[in-house]
């Protein structure tokens, strides 16, 4: 008799321990990535915008000769934002900015030098190109110039705590920090199939990740966000974690299965 119970107490726990290994595997981000990261790997990625059509454009010119600058000073920017823009304004320089909002060729008109093409490259290239232009026309010898890209959004829908479009002031953003923005997955999404839609060259593209593979995440052309990404969060309810149908259930076999734990253990206690 005894025995008997220390068999149906020895495969409770052991159904308690294969629930939990289920819910962990379907739950955890990033699965493996302790091992293979530890060693450090060379980020192979670029992360560089690149300026699409209608995108919104902040140009600082900076020189020693306030009066040199002042024709790229027109402090509007189309559709609204701030008028700062980061490198501007240092001891003894004057700085000048202005606004640009790029027409569906890819091109801005620019003082002095009238249309520039400017899509497709980023905001390096851009700076240098603006910066080259002036200095060899010998319009402002000291030129300094810096591009800033006004118009990098996201927006994140389907099962995440907090929906909606996010408007981040950097170039660089992972789809974990979007995510992240957006208060994380709920416990009842697909962890497994996060879509991503892009637009890219004239052309739409969708890129399907699994977040608990790291190897898919880190890889993916979608783990560096471009502007106007939309990332969908499928929601889940089939598989068993918290919020699902499937899981309530696990929750109750598993209390049900404790209690029964507790019982046989004080059967056999008293037994003995």
């Known amino acids: 008799m005894i025995r008997h119970i220390r068999l149906l107490l020895g495969a409770a726990c052991m159904a308690c321990f294969c629930a939990s290994c289920v819910s962990n595997k379907t739950m955890v981000y990033l699965q493996g990535a302790a091992g293979t990261y530890a060693v450090p790997q060379e980020i192979t990625q670029a992360f560089e915008l690149y300026v699409q059509p209608d995108d919104q454009l902040a140009i600082s010119v900076s020189s020693k000769k306030m009066e040199l600058i002042a024709p790229f000073n027109n402090n509007t920017l189309i559709g609204g934002g701030n008028n700062s823009l980061t490198g501007a304004n240092t001891i003894n320089v004057a700085s000048g900015v202005s606004y640009f909002q790029v027409d569906k060729d890819g091109n801005i008109e620019f003082p002095i030098f009238g249309t520039l093409h400017v899509g497709g490259l980023t905001t390096r290239a851009i700076s240098t190109m603006v910066q080259e232009k002036l200095v060899a026309d010998n319009y402002i010898p000291d030129a300094v110039v810096n591009t800033k890209i006004m ?122």
């Open 151 to 272: 118009s990098f959004k996201v927006t994140v829908l389907g099962d995440v705590k907090n929906p909606g479009t996010q408007t981040y002031q950097g170039e660089r953003l992972t789809i974990l920090e979007a995510l992240g923005m957006a208060g994380d997955l709920t416990n009842s999404a697909h962890r497994d199939h996060v879509l991503v839609a892009r637009e890219e060259n004239g052309r739409r593209v969708v890129y399907e990740l699994d977040l608990r593979d790291e190897a898919q995440v880190f890889q993916s052309p979608a783990y560096y966000m471009q502007q106007n990404d939309v990332v969908y969060v499928q929601p889940n309810k089939s598989q068993r974690v918290r919020g699902s149908i499937g899981y309530t259930w696990l929750s109750i076999g598993s209390t049900l299965v404790s209690i029964a734990v507790s019982i046989v253990s004080l059967i056999v206690a008293l037994s003995r």
